[in-house]
């Protein structure tokens, strides 16, 4: 399985962007997805993740911002950020798992294959 991210940039405070994943290789309707970052000096974190039923789980420090969505006939799967910080910036992974319940994807080690990362810069 092959992950491209693409769609990050660079976006003043309380900006919006859409970052976005898209798969190849596998069923990707068979496979839970999630978004990780990492900032610098930083370690990586957890930030979305959809299970391939359609549930969703979010870190509290984006709850409310961000909204995880899937698109199956695409095979893609997306990130709105929205009102974003500084503190947001970061490169953003997406990664796939083909299982696992909605409460484990929130742990690194559940993905099995991860994309390159898009870099998104927050400015103050």
């Known amino acids: 399985v092959q992950l491209q991210a693409f769609g990050g940039g660079l976006v003043q405070t309380g900006g919006s962007l859409r970052v976005s994943c898209t798969a190849s290789g596998g069923p990707f309707r068979t496979f839970n997805m999630g978004w990780f970052r990492q900032a610098p000096g930083k370690e990586r974190e957890f930030v979305a993740a959809?299970?391939?039923?359609?549930?969703?789980s979010y870190a509290d420090s984006v709850k409310g911002r961000f909204t995880i969505s899937r698109d199956n006939r695409r095979s893609m799967v997306s990130l709105q950020m929205n009102s974003l910080k500084p503190e947001d910036t970061a490169i953003y992974y997406c990664?796939?798992?083909?299982?696992?319940?909605?409460?484990?994807?929130?742990?690194?080690?559940?993905?099995?294959?991860w994309g390159q990362g898009t870099l998104v810069t927050v400015s103050s």
């Open positions: 959809i299970h391939r039923s359609g549930g969703t």
């Open positions: 990664a796939a798992s083909p299982t696992g319940i909605l409460s484990s994807l929130a742990l690194s080690n559940s993905y099995a294959y």
